[in-house]
Nanobody, 124 residues
Framework: QVQLVESGGGLVQAGGSLRLSCAAS????????MAWFRQAPGKEREFVAV????????YYADFVKGRFTISRDTAKNTVNLQMNSLKPEDTAVYYC?????????????????WGQGTQDTVSS
């Protein structure tokens, strides 16, 4: 069974940084696409970033380009999201998601596996 468990969320001041980690288990993730989504209060879940398990391809939502970096550590079976220059509007529950191969989707319905989310709160 595929398990995705997020960690690293918390409370941070605007301009600060957080590093999220998604621990992936239950499968060999070669050829998988690993993504981060987020959902702010009163808003729909939205795409943040995606990376191939091989690490050779990444894609970011426009609103995080230059501030967030997605990476993976195959030795630890983790997918990370380094978030810098955080803004109050980044406050959300952040979710890890995964799908096998194919395209590089930014829509929720394309992903088969999801974590339970971790809360990030950015204060001013």
């Amino acid at each position: 069974q595929v398990q995705l468990v997020e960690s690293g969320g918390g409370l941070v001041q605007a301009g600060g940084s957080l590093r999220l980690s998604c621990a992936a288990s239950g499968r060999t993730f070669s050829n998988y696409r690993m993504a981060w989504f987020r959902q702010a209060p009163g808003k729909e879940r939205e795409f943040v970033a995606v990376i191939s398990w091989s690490g050779d391809n990444t894609y970011y939502a426009d609103f995080v380009k230059g501030r967030f970096t997605i990476s993976r550590d195959t030795a630890k079976n983790t997918v990370n999201l380094q978030m810098n220059s955080l803004k109050p509007e980044d406050t959300a529950v952040y979710y890890c998601a995964a799908k096998y191969g194919g395209s590089w989707p930014t829509n929720m319905s394309s992903y088969n596996y999801w974590g339970q989310g971790t809360q990030d709160t950015v204060s001013s």
